[in-house]
């Protein structure tokens, strides 16, 4: 355990020093800004963070995968991985620990953009609600785009690589919930329950459902598990 | 079979046995055995591409074998892998290292992934940074240093956690001379205590550093001795080196027509002439050619038994399929 927190906390630090993380915040805030602030324009805007929301979802297909890309397919580039796979580090701990770390740096994003909530709070009266939920909702998304990140960034030795399939596979589990129009019958039913977006709309509305909370749990856990034992197979290449 | 009981079986610290290992359907190693005994510095010596990277990354866990297995200190690297990646400090060819990191940060990060304690790792990066001479460099980014000093850096990374097996693959590669004899001063030091396998295709360097050598080539071992019975193994071929002081065109068919005389390569030497004599293996040509060249009224200007240097042993290990 503490080898994990060891990787974890290398992680951050390599985080907050790199150019590549600001610039990701710094993208962040400001495209989520721009959504925050769409609606505030109307003759009588509502009080709420539901534009907020669904920018974020959005935007974050891309960024996640560009804050992950670098954790394992770096570490093969480099070469570093021979020294860290034959170190008395067991594979869940590297993959849990630089997981951990990705997910910190998201956390200070998502605080960062309180900001949003602190000025509506100032200037009006939302119904806190929807903003719980849809925050709830925010990081359990963003927990499980993360996880799909370094999946791909586990299987590829090129940054690129890893962040472009990412962001395919986030797309496809994006709007994987707008399948059921088009396949239809038990199939298009059981994509249309894979997609990320459908899950994340409860949050946003102010409805916790423990369905929903599973469900990104469950993508979180199954894309972890599959980082392990990519990163198992390695040694038995 | 427990790790005591293994221990007691093989006194060897690493014990290998029958390694392969394939890259798809060409194999990099073929059935390699080996064993090291504690506090031995063996040197794995080869052309690049015999297969020694490849038997270090298995020694070390990185790779698993194809067939056959290893244990360090009795323990599986594959079926007991953390236990024996426990027991090992490593340091790969191309010295992989965190660039963004201080030398301190990245062997206190090193030091907690080898399982050491803030304590321990605290009491031991000072000596293990005077060990290396890495001290005014301490504070310094990695990716600032030269390729010498990151060589340290990485046996440094490689002995923090004070391992009973260390693993070097080619230490002495691309860093300037000085250091070269510093990094060999060094790793004789650490064999003291430690059991040491390094690879090289320096032979000067494995027959100075080394208890014993084991010469691989093309994925197999084609000998196994200490440096000074390796030299003395093969003297069976004797060689000879002789001046002479007459006409090139009649010395030549005389000496070669000498019993027990293979071959005789001639160098012209600003008008000395040395001849070079492949005596049949074991035999003391030395009254034979003398008489030959005096009696032919030309005159012996040098006359000497010349041995076969480690070099030569390896070209022929490495270009003869013999031997």
């Not at chain 2, 490849?54 to 236990?83: K, W």
């Not at chain 2, 009649?250 to 070669?256: F, G, H």
Request: charged content about 20%; proline content about 5%.
């Amino acid at each position: 355990m503490r080898t994990a927190q060891a990787v974890a906390w290398k992680e951050i630090q390599i985080y907050f020093s790199s150019p590549t993380a600001y610039i990701v915040g710094l993208i962040f805030l400001a495209l989520t800004g721009f959504f925050f602030t769409q609606d505030l324009g109307d003759p009588f805007p509502e009080a709420t963070l539901a534009p907020f929301f669904y920018g974020a979802t959005i935007v974050f297909i891309l960024l996640a995968p560009a804050l992950t890309m670098r954790l394992l397919a770096e570490e093969s580039k480099l070469g570093t991985i021979e020294l860290l796979l034959t170190s008395p580090v067991r594979d869940w701990e590297v993959i849990v620990g630089k997981y951990v770390a990705s997910l910190v740096f998201f956390l200070v994003l998502v605080a960062l953009s309180f900001f949003y909530a602190i000025l509506l709070f100032v200037y009006a009266s939302p119904d806190p609600g929807p903003i719980f939920a849809g925050y709830l909702g925010l990081v359990l998304y963003g927990s499980a785009a993360l996880a799909v990140g370094l999946l791909t960034s586990t299987m590829t030795n090129n940054q690129i690589v890893s962040a472009v399939v990412a962001m395919g596979i986030l797309l496809a589990l994006f709007f994987a919930d707008r399948a059921f129009g088009s396949i239809g019958g038990l199939a298009g039913e059981i994509i249309g329950e894979m997609g990320l977006r459908g899950h994340f709309d409860d949050f946003e509305r102010g409805v916790i459902d423990t369905k929903n909370i599973v469900y990104f749990v469950s993508v979180v856990a199954f894309f972890l598990f599959l980082s392990i034992r990519t990163l198992e197979s390695r040694r038995w290449r | 079979m427990g790790p005591t009981t293994g221990k007691n079986l093989q006194p060897d610290m690493i014990q290998a046995k029958g390694l392969t290992h394939y890259y798809g359907p060409y194999p990099a190693i073929q059935d390699v055995s080996f064993g090291v005994r504690k506090g031995e510095i063996l040197g794995f010596l080869g052309p690049n591409g015999a297969g020694k990277t490849t038997t270090m990354r298995i020694i070390t866990g990185f790779v698993p074998p194809t067939h056959g297995s290893v244990t360090l200190d009795g323990y599986d690297v594959v079926e007991q892998s953390l236990e024996a990646r426990r027991r090992v400090g490593y340091l790969p060819e191309t010295v992989p290292l965190y660039t963004d990191m201080s030398v301190t940060n990245y062997l206190k990060y090193m030091g907690t992934l080898r399982g050491m304690s803030p304590k321990a790792i605290k009491t031991r990066i000072g000596d293990v940074v005077d060990v290396c001479r890495l001290g005014d460099y301490s504070k310094t980014q990695i990716g600032k240093l030269s390729k010498g000093f990151r060589q340290r850096v990485g046996i440094a990374q490689a002995i923090i956690h004070e391992p009973q097996v260390l693993v070097l693959d080619e230490p002495t590669i691309g860093i300037d001379p000085i250091q070269v004899v510093e990094t060999r001063r060094l790793i004789q030091e650490l064999g003291r205590d430690q059991t040491v396998v390094l690879s090289s295709h320096i032979l000067p360097e494995v027959s100075m550093i080394c208890d014993r050598v084991l010469i691989i080539n093309e994925g197999r071992i084609v000998a196994e001795d200490t440096p000074k019975n390796l030299a003395e193994g093969l003297q069976g071929v004797d060689r000879l080196e002789v001046e002479v002081g007459g006409p090139v065109a009649q010395v030549l068919p005389i000496l070669k027509g000498i019993a027990g005389v293979n071959d005789v390569a001639h160098v012209n030497n600003n008008g000395r002439h040395t001849y070079t004599i492949q005596a049949e293996a074991g035999k003391d040509l030395r009254n034979e050619i003398s008489r030959a060249v005096i009696s032919n009224g030309w005159s012996l200007q040098g006359l000497q038994l010349v041995g076969m240097s480690l070099e030569e042993i390896f070209l022929r290990l490495t270009t003869h399929e013999e031997l």
